[in-house]
T-cell receptor, first 111, second 114 residues
């Protein structure tokens, strides 16, 4: 069966520090991968999606970036965090079908 | 364009009450429709889905029927429990999409009191 992992689960970072969040999927090949952000009390915002290794599409211009170095690995990064980057970051995957499956999320607090 | 609109929350109910969370959509063609649930501090879980008009998705006592004529996919449950307290998201997958991108509603918070 397929599983999706995200780490870390929780992160507290100072403003201006770098960021790296990782997402990996097991049990499937060539998935579409997605990064979402959920600000406190608000809905889901799609940040990036990828249909293959090295293929990244950005949905919202910002100081975040994404990379997909391996088929089942998706990384969200920032060189300098802003207070507004605080939120709950969710990774998701899908294959062929229309259904997305979500990871457990990473809670990021920028102080 | 494609969009999903959910009823404003929070929805507060007593245990064993009947639940309806409204969801309407705008899309061309025949999108697939979904309900996801997010328990506090967790990721989203697929609750149910429907892929064509008049289909009924069901899971864990929740049901939703794909109504093409009213462009709706309302979520219902006959008797809610405290453990159903969560945020519920309605979503659609456009029939013309080839990227897997879902369009989400803003989410509706459900609070069930004992």
């Amino acid at each position: 069966s397929q599983t999706i992992h995200q780490w870390p689960a929780t992160l507290v970072q100072p403003v201006g520090s770098p960021l790296s969040l990782e997402c990996t999927v097991e049990g499937t090949s060539n998935p579409n991968l997605y990064w979402y952000r959920q600000a406190a009390g608000r809905g889901l915002q799609l940040l990036f999606y990828s249909v293959g290794i090295g293929q990244i599409s950005s949905e919202v211009p910002q100081n975040l970036s994404a990379s997909r170095p391996q088929d089942r690995q998706f990384i969200l990064s920032s060189k300098k965090l802003l207070l507004s980057d605080s939120g709950f970051y969710l990774c998701a995957w899908s294959v062929v079908t229309d259904t997305q499956y979500f990871g457990p999320g990473t809670r990021l607090t920028v102080l | 364009g494609n969009s999903v609109t959910q009823m404003e929350g929070p929805v507060t109910l007593s245990e064993e009450a009947f639940l309806t969370i409204n969801c309407t959509y705008t899309a061309t063609g025949y999108p697939s429709l979904f309900w996801y649930v997010q328990y506090p501090g967790e990721g989203l879980q697929l609750l149910l889905k429907a892929t064509k008009a008049d289909d009924k998705g069901s899971n864990k006592g929740f049901e939703a029927t794909y109504r093409k004529e009213t462009t709706s996919f309302h979520l219902e449950k006959g008797s809610v429990q405290v453990s159903d307290s969560a945020v519920y998201f309605c979503a659609l997958y456009p029939s013309s999409s080839n990227t897997g991108k879902l369009i989400f509603g803003q989410g509706t918070t459900l609070q069930v009191k004992p």
